[in-house]
């Protein structure tokens, strides 16, 4: 069963004459790492706005494990660009947040399962740290702790290493890749660097029109292990180019 | 240390002024009209029983039940006015109304309603102070972030749980900032309050030295109020350090 389907969705802002999303059809199965690319304001974010539930499509209907999301909470862990880590809460309670939400959980139980998620995340003996303490890297991967800790299988991650620096972005992204080898989760990413999608995704997802009408799956020629140095292949370069003409060419029109 | 070489500026200017005003007032020679700095102080120290026992805890007293009223009454209205779009637009604009009352000139009108105890002077108090609560505080119920708020909308969260999680700290500098601008304006609405009737506090010790034509004794009182408000200021000045430690991120 596919983790996630779009069956003819459409959406179209209020004030706004025409769809951005017009009776789209994908799915995404269990496992896989997309990486959603398209120029700025096609419509990628108002994707990801839809399965989280923030927007209701006009038409169509969501399903994630077969279900439609209406009927469903906490079904995704979505990551925005912004860590969004809230400074008045150290480390630790941003992390539990998801969990006191939800509720059913013990002080000292919410406690143990934060710890734990640090300790993926390589930032052990920081859950009573304040966020301001923590660099740019650390925070997105406190940030990236806290959307595991909503207990879903499918992540929803937003550009979130857009404002990073070069060094720290590369790293993190060879962090992550690492982080869903490991965990087996499905991952949806948004960027427009191509490189990045590249070298994370299983198969890229472009858009390459708006308003929305399908979304062009292309498929990485690259093992789940990989590294930097795999996108410097003839192949991968000739697609990466290739890519970068279809999203030139949409930028100009 | 660093904080005292801050404030050495104004520290210097206001000695300077003070001098200049002692100067004035040994010149002028005519301590109904214009008492020197020294003579206030000397009166201060000459009336320190009844005022320190009787006048200021009468004061104080005024200030604190109208503070506590002002505050609970500051942040139910905020705290409507974030919450529902139509407490917002029936209130706000009454809340704003109420501070174009000249409270000065109708105060006489408490102390024929409420008499010369306590309450006429709280009411003063109240029309002061609630106003810069009430709308600061729903400015900072209004300052959340919200991208915050989506973010836990998609952990399912309620709009209780938004309430206390986001908006609450969020307001909470805002709220100290209020406090800060309430406790000085809660003293001047007390003494307003009895200047204009009652038997007790620092604004009737000052118009009964008026009427007695001993300007030091007018200023007595006035000096301790400030001191005492400043006081308050400084106490909020701290525990708001301890609280808000997050003030300027975001």
Known sequence: MNVLEFQKVSFRYAGENSDIIDHLNFSV????????????????????RMINGLLKPNQGEILVNGVPIGAQKQYCGYMPQKDLLFPWRTVGENLALPLEIRGGLSKRERRERVEEALRDVGLEGCADKMPAELSGGMRQRAAFARTILTGSDLLLLDEPFSALDF??????QEWLHQQWRRSGRTILFITHDVEEALFLSTSVLAVTETPIRTLREIPVPLER??????????????????????????VRT | MKANRNNLPAMLLILALLM????????????????????????????????????????MLVCAVGMAISLGLGLVLAAAMDGSPLCRKALYPVVVASQTIPTTAIAPLFVLW?????????????????????????DGLQSAHVEMSELLLTYGA????????????????YFFSALKMAIPMSV????????LGAQSGLGYFSRRMM???????????????????????????????????????S
């Open chain 1, 29 to 48: 199965e269990p496992g896989a790492f997309h990486c959603l690319i398209g120029v700025s304001g096609c419509g990628k974010s108002t994707i990801f």
């Open chain 1, 167 to 172: 060094l720290t972005r590369v790293s993190m």
């Open chain 1, 225 to 250: 292990e990989r590294s930097r140095r795999d996108l410097t292949r003839p192949e991968l370069i000739e697609l990466r180019e290739s890519m970068l003409d279809a999203l030139k060419r949409q």
């Open chain 2, 20 to 59: 200049l005003w002692q100067l004035g007032a040994m010149q002028i020679n005519a301590a109904y009209i214009l008492p020197s700095p020294i003579q206030i102080l000397y009166k201060l120290w000459e009336q320190r029983i009844p005022l320190l026992t009787v006048h200021l805890p009468a004061t």
């Open chain 2, 114 to 138: 409420f008499g010369y105890g306590i309450w006429s002077k709280v009411l003063v108090t109240i029309l002061i102070t609630f106003f810069p609560i009430a709308i600061t505080v729903y």
């Open chain 2, 158 to 173: 309620t709009k209780r749980d938004i309430f206390l999680k986001i908006k609450v700290p969020c307001a909470l500098p």
């Open chain 2, 188 to 195: 001047i609405g007390a003494a307003i309050g009895e200047w």
């Open chain 2, 211 to 249: 009427t007695q034509l001993d300007g030091a004794g007018v200023f007595a009182p006035v000096v301790l109020m400030s001191v005492v408000a400043m006081l308050a200021v400084g106490l909020v000045g701290l525990i708001e350090r301890r609280v808000v430690k997050w003030r300027g991120e």
